[in-house]
């Protein structure tokens, strides 16, 4: 079954602004636990521990969809895959179908999207994710940061950045 996992403690990461948090191969905040996470950095994204080929680190989302597009995923993992997938979609704007150069990489290279701490309904949803990755053995970490990056897209639950260092 698709649930809660258990989180490791939270630390200052070497990127200024940012937190990330300490186990040995999974990282994410304490879910359950987002109350005052506006106070200490407003902005939260999962994502993976080693940066794709084109050196950015792919978010929590596009890991899952990959392994479900290499059909590496169990039955039960894709049914949970598809439908917390459908949820976000009818639940959230997607900001690609807003504007359709959020994510253009000519435009606005290495642009990541990263929840609002507030958007708590969106959040809690990440752990199951987070459990298909652990079971695959693919790493993720969780990043907290104040000022991810220049904002290319918001809205009231999410925004997209170009960080920093692109």
Not at 4 to 27: K, M, N
Not at 83 to 88: C, G, K, P, R, V
Not at 112 to 136: C, M, N, P, Q
């Amino acid at each position: 079954m698709i649930g809660p996992l258990s989180w490791g403690a939270l630390e200052r990461s070497p990127s200024p602004g940012h937190t990330v948090s300490r186990a040995p191969s999974i990282f994410a905040v304490e879910i359950g636990g987002t109350r005052g996470l506006a106070d200490e950095a407003p902005y939260i994204r999962f994502q993976s521990t080693t940066p794709n080929e084109r050196g950015y680190f792919t978010g929590v989302f596009g890991l899952v969809n990959g392994l479900a597009r290499d059909g590496k995923l169990t039955a039960e993992q894709e049914r949970f895959r598809r439908t917390n997938n459908d949820w976000y979609n009818a639940a959230y704007p997607d900001p690609s179908s807003v504007d359709p150069t959020v994510y253009d990489r000519a435009l606005h290279p290495g642009a990541a999207a990263w929840f609002k701490s507030t958007s708590r309904d969106l959040i809690k949803r990440v752990d199951g994710y987070l459990e298909i990755l652990a079971a695959h053995g693919i790493g993720c970490r969780m990043m907290r940061s104040s000022d991810p990056g220049r904002i290319v897209y918001e809205d009231a639950y999410q925004i997209v950045v170009v960080p920093h260092d692109a």
